[in-house]
C-alpha cells in the first residue's frame, strides 16, 4: 500500500503595508521608492511628484496605509496634505528642513525622516510603521463568540432616538454624537463639521442639505444656505446673527421666517 501523501499546513499570508511616495524632488522620490521596493513588507502602490497629484488618487486608492510625505512642495505642503488626510493613510515624513519636525508630530505622524536618510534610518521608521499596523490589525479582530440562548424580543421593540449619526471622513465612517456638533459648514461639495470636542473639523464628502436631513430639526436649525447650528450651543441671538463658539454667524432672509418662529416663544 502506498505511503500517505504528507500535507504541508498552510501559513498565514505575510503581512504587508500598501505605501504611496510623495516628492516633488525626482531623485528624492526615486530613492525613496526604491527603499520601499527592497523592505520586504511594504508594497509601493503609487508615487508622485506633487501632493496635489497624491490627494487625486488617493481617493481612488482606499488600500494605501502608509505615505511616506515630503513636506516642503509647491501649491499643497506635505503638511497641509496630512491635515485634511487626518483620517486617511498614516504619515511618514521625509523633509531637507528639521524645522518642521514639531508641525509634523502634531498632524500625529509615525516619524520623520530628515534628508539625506540612509537605509537603516529608513529601516527604523518602517518598523516603527509595521509595530502600529500589526498592532491596529490585533486590535480590529473579532472577540472569540460563546453560543448563548436566544432572547425573545418583542415583535415590534420601541425604538431609541438616535444620538449620533455617521459621517464619510476619508475612507471612513466616523461616529459623531450629535450633542458634539457646534455648526456645520457648507463649502461646495464638502461640509466641515465643527465639533465641541476638538479643535480641528472634521471634512466631509456631502452636502449641507443632505446634512440637514440627517440632523434632528429638534436640536438643529438652518439659518443659512451656508450653516446649520446646534441649537445647544447657541450663546446669544442678535438682530439677524448668531453667537456660537465664539463666532458670529449669519441669518439669511430665506432662513429668517423659521428662525424667528423658533426664537419666538423666549420673547
Not at 501649491?75 to 521625509?94: C, M, N, W, Y
Not at 525622516?113 to 510603521?129: G, S, T, V
Not at 457646534?182 to 461646495?188: A, Q, R, S, T
Request: proline share 8%; charged share 20%; net charge negative.
Amino acid at each position: 500500500m502506498p505511503a500517505p501523501e504528507s500535507v504541508t499546513p498552510a501559513t498565514a499570508a505575510p503581512f504587508v503595508i500598501n505605501c504611496v511616495a510623495v516628492d516633488d524632488e525626482p531623485l528624492a522620490l526615486g530613492l525613496v521608492c526604491s527603499l520601499i521596493e527592497q523592505t520586504p513588507f511594504l508594497r509601493l502602490v503609487g508615487r508622485h511628484e506633487s501632493a496635489v497629484a497624491a490627494l487625486r488618487s488617493l481617493h481612488e486608492r482606499p488600500d494605501a496605509q502608509l505615505l511616506f510625505l515630503d513636506i516642503k512642495m509647491p501649491d499643497l505642503s506635505g503638511l497641509e496634505l496630512a491635515k485634511v488626510l487626518q483620517h486617511g493613510p498614516r504619515v511618514i515624513f521625509t523633509t531637507a528642513f528639521n524645522q518642521y519636525a514639531l508641525e509634523g508630530f502634531r498632524v500625529d505622524a509615525l516619524d520623520y525622516l530628515l534628508k539625506p536618510f540612509d537605509y537603516q534610518e529608513f529601516l527604523r521608521a518602517a518598523l516603527k510603521a509595521k509595530t502600529y499596523f500589526e498592532m491596529k490589525q490585533a486590535s480590529e479582530m473579532p472577540a472569540p463568540t460563546t453560543t448563548t440562548p436566544p432572547i425573545h424580543l418583542p415583535a415590534n421593540p420601541p425604538q431609541p432616538e438616535e444620538d449620533h449619526i455617521y459621517l464619510k471622513v476619508e475612507y471612513q465612517l466616523v461616529r459623531v454624537p450629535l450633542a458634539d456638533i457646534v455648526y456645520v459648514e457648507g463649502l461646495k461639495d464638502y461640509v466641515k463639521v465643527h465639533l465641541a470636542t476638538q479643535t480641528r473639523p472634521l471634512l466631509s464628502l456631502t452636502s449641507l442639505r443632505g446634512m440637514e436631513e440627517k440632523l434632528p430639526a429638534s436640536k438643529f436649525l438652518r439659518i443659512h444656505r451656508s450653516y446649520i447650528v446646534g441649537l445647544g450651543h447657541i450663546q446669544s441671538v442678535g438682530r439677524g446673527t448668531v453667537q456660537i463658539a465664539g463666532e458670529t454667524l449669519p441669518v439669511s432672509d430665506g432662513y429668517r421666517e423659521a428662525f424667528d418662529q423658533f426664537f419666538s416663544r423666549w420673547k
